[in-house]
Structure formats: C-alpha cells, structure tokens
C-alpha cells in the first residue's frame, strides 16, 4: 500500500501542475483575444434592417443570386471531397511509407506531397467548373490556359511550402517529442510574419506607384487624417482579367502598402468613392490590423499544432512519416470548422475599417453608392445565405455595409 501511495503522489501532483499550466493558457488566450476584439465601432451601435431589394434593385439581386449559387455548391463539393479524400489517405496512404527509401523525414515529405497532389487532381473539375462558370457571367476573363499555369505556380508552391512545414514539424518531434507543438507553432507564427513583411516586396512585380496627381493628393490627405504616415499607394492593373474592383492592405511592421486595382480608376466609380476605399485601406493600417491578424495566427496555432500533436499519437506522433496523411485530414477539419470563428473575426475588422472610412470622408452618399456598386461589378449577392455567410464572408454584407453607413448618419446627426 505504501509503496502504491507513494508512486502516485507525483503522478497526482503532476496533473495538478498540468491542469494550472492549462488554466493559465486558457486565460491567457481569452485576455489576449478580449484585447484584440476592441475595435473603434461603438458598441451599443445598432444597425437598421435594410430592404436589400428596394437598395440594390430587385434585378440585381435575382441576378447575384443566381449567380453565386454556382460558386456556393461548388464550394461545398469541394469541402466534401477533400475532406472525403483526406480521411481515405489518412486510413491507407501509411502504407506507402513501407516502399520507401527516402529516411523518415524524407518519406514524410513524399507524403505530405502526394496528399496535395491527390486534392489537386480531385479539386481540378470544381475549379474548370467555376471558371467557366465566372466566364459565362463576365466575372473572369482569365483564359483556361492562364488559369492551367496560374494552377501550377499555386502547386508548385504549395509543395514548397508543405515541405519545409513538415520539415520542421518532424525534425521537432524527433528531437524533443510531443513537446515540438510549442516550438513548432512559434516557428510559424514567426513564417507568417515573415511574409506578411515581406509581402508587399515580393509582389512589387504586380504593382506600381500612381501617377495620378488628384488621386495622390486625395489619398495623402486621407492619410494624414487617419494618422497614417509613410504608406505607399500602389496600383495594380487587373483590368485584363477581370472586370470586378478591390483594394487592400497590407505589409506590416514599416513595410505596410495600399494597393488599388486599377478597376476602381476606369471610370465606373466617382471620386468620393475611391476617397471612400483609400480611407477603409488605410482604416485597416490605422487599426493595425495586419498585426492584429498575426496576433490572431499565433491564438489559433498553439492550440492547432497541439491538437495535431494529441490527434497523430496514435500513429507514433509527428515524428514519424505514418502520421502525416492524419495530420494532413487533421488540419483541413481544424481550418474547417475553425472557418466560422476566423470569418467574425475578419468581419470586425472590416466592419472598423467601414467605420473610419465613414469618420475620415464623412461621406455617406459615397459610401453607400460604393457598396451598391460593388454587388453590381461582383455580381455579390448582399444578404448571402446564413450558412454561407458564417462559413465564407470575411467582410460584412453588403446589406450591412448599408446599414452601417445608415447607423453612422443617424449616430452623427444625433451628436452635436
Ligand atoms: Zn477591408
């Protein structure tokens, strides 16, 4: 008896050290996510119901709507095949690991780059089915053969990328065990700054400074009442293939850039309407969002790669390469079903990059035109399906965009 009790006193004071270390983490995680959901937006800000009919046009609407039902269906059968193939690699793709002579890490790579290949080949007639689909509609002007190439400079740094993460992934777990989820995820969180850094430099090939003076001055002058300082505006020409208008932000930590598709310049938008998209641009580096957004990263990638960690034991953890194709199904559902929390953050966001560009233009009229344009060039349905709304948008509708601006008119008029 006594040396059972003994045995288990460390054992007992073990899980009570880990269960602190879970509660501390727990309400580390909740502080740090409270902190970062503070946005400039009032909050007791009620947003009025919209008659999403008699604001875009009954037309319209019916056209968006049949329209996006395409893209939406394709969506879905697209989530379930991958999940479908996944789950069948994950039962039988460790069998290949006995063929191979690669080492460990190397087999593990081959793996990881057979998983992609196989959803490649499965997505491939979704993606023909969209861009025809896009095509039909004038929402796409990319050829299939550009779409064909464009689809093979995705893969091929796709491929890249899954090598080096499983790369780094199993050399951790081989060195220090089940702990590598912690290293593992700051060596992530420290990729996606990297390149949200380096972005705007290694997409300097795509775009180039305006050489529109009204259109620099303008922004200059939205700049500077937003208290952004040292933010180049660039253009980029899309205009060859597709019809539809956008802009964002982006860059981080003094490299932060605001791109406008050139789009947006060929006449179809007034002026107060591109003022009202540089200032939601420069809402976003005001904001800090994109600092905002890897702080996000990090909240979700330590509990990601543990979970990861717990799920792939079974296989001999992530060291070993019989664990990828489960660690592959493994973060596609964890993407997935962390999809609707990601979106509502997303949309808090925009919706305080609306609200500064509401505050910085003081420009209703423009704002509202705006959003009324964009389902027009985007055939966007405004007020999408619930289920795809949580799932998809990661800006608000545009049936809401309306309303903020309707809820910012009455909130000004009613403030001296
Ligand atoms: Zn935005």
Redesign the pocket.
Known sequence: MEVAASAEMPRRRNVAVRRVALGLALVGWLVAAYTLLDTVVPDDLALPAVDVQATFGRDLVHDAKAYERVPLLLWVLTQITLVVTFWIYARRGAVMTRESAAGPIGTGMLLGMLGLALTWAVQLPFGLAGLWWDRRHDVSKVSYLEWALGGWAELTASFISICVALLIVMALARAIGEWWWIPGAAVFVGIAFVFAATAPWLTSDLHHPSNDPRLIETYDRLAAAEHVHGVPLEIEDVSGDTSQANAYAFGVAGTQQIVLWDTLLDGRFSDGEVAVVLA??LG?HASGHIAEALEWFALFAFPGAWALMRVTRRRGGMGTPEAVPLALLVITLFTLASSPLQNWISRRM?SE?DWRALATTRDPASARQLFEGFSQTSLGDPSPPTWAYLLLSTHPTLAQRVAMVEAWEKKTASSP
Do not use: L, Q, T
Request: proline letters at 0%.
């Open positions: 939601h641009e976003h925009e990059a």
